[in-house]
T-cell receptor
Framework: DGGITQSPKYLFRKEGQNVTLSCEQN?????MYWYRQDPGQGLRLIYY???????QKGDIAEGYSVSREKKESFPLTVTSAQKNPTAFYLC??????????FGSGTRLTVV | DAKTTQPTSMDCAEGRAANLPCNHS???????VYWYRQIHSQGPQYIIH???NNETNEMASLIITEDRKSSTLILPHATLRDTAVYYC??????????????FGTGTRLQVTL
């Protein structure tokens, strides 16, 4: 079945460490996105990519980095510069006509 | 970007229709209305979308007012599994194929026995 796979489901990070969240899709979608969700809040856009080797900052890009070397993959790195990284991270992809397809999310906790 | 306003929470009895309203009074002519729902600790799930006409699929119906300033998502026979946060979103036009969606805090629908 086509879809988006995010891994790991739960991730723990020590303060000062970088950590990379994986996102893979087999939907052949060009566009991919990363969102962050805090408890009781809506989703906020971190980065998005329209095509391979191209990506743009969203509303809260500071402290995050991404790459898009393959159409299927859009990993997100949470750097030590992100002051409050504990959150639920969601990856999504889309086509022009239809809506988004989301992954099941990664819950990151700083310990 | 057009913003949306939704009630914070709603209750619905199982088997009854759930009508979830959304105001988007600043929507522009080429912006679509999308509805998603999010069950606790999962990724949001697409439900339905529309531009100006009413739409229906196997999950729900979407009623958009003639002036497009508001819409209603209808779940015709709500079940306990429909308990979730429902997001009404206006699609931001963007170049290429990427189209950013702006999520608010949504409506928390509680379906009860």
């Amino acid at each position: 079945d086509g879809g988006i796979t995010q891994s790991p489901k739960y991730l723990f990070r020590k303060e000062g460490q970088n950590v990379t969240l994986s996102c893979e899709q087999n939907l052949n979608h060009d566009a991919m996105y990363w969102y962050r969700q805090d408890p009781g809040q809506g989703l906020r856009l971190i980065y998005y990519s329209q095509i391979v080797n191209d990506f743009q900052k969203g509303d809260i890009a500071e402290g995050y980095s991404v790459s898009r070397e393959k159409k299927e993959s859009f990993p997100l790195t949470v750097t030590s510069a992100q002051k409050n990284p504990t959150a639920f991270y969601l990856c999504a992809s889309s086509e022009l006509t239809y809506g988004y397809t989301f992954g099941s999310g990664t819950r990151l906790t700083v310990v | 970007d057009a913003k949306t306003t939704q009630p914070t929470s709603m209750d619905c009895a199982e088997g009854r229709a759930a009508n979830l309203p959304c105001n988007h009074s600043t929507i522009s002519g080429n912006e679509y209305v999308y509805w998603y729902r999010q069950i606790h600790s999962q990724g949001p799930q697409y439900i339905i979308h529309g531009l100006k006409n009413n739409e229906t699929n196997e999950m729900a119906s979407l009623i958009i007012t003639e002036d497009r300033k508001s819409s209603t998502l209808i779940l015709p026979h709500a079940t306990l599994r429909d308990t979730a946060v429902y997001y009404c979103i206006v699609r931001v036009p963007h170049t290429g194929t990427a189209s950013k969606l702006t999520f608010g805090t949504g409506t928390r629908l509680q379906v009860t026995l």
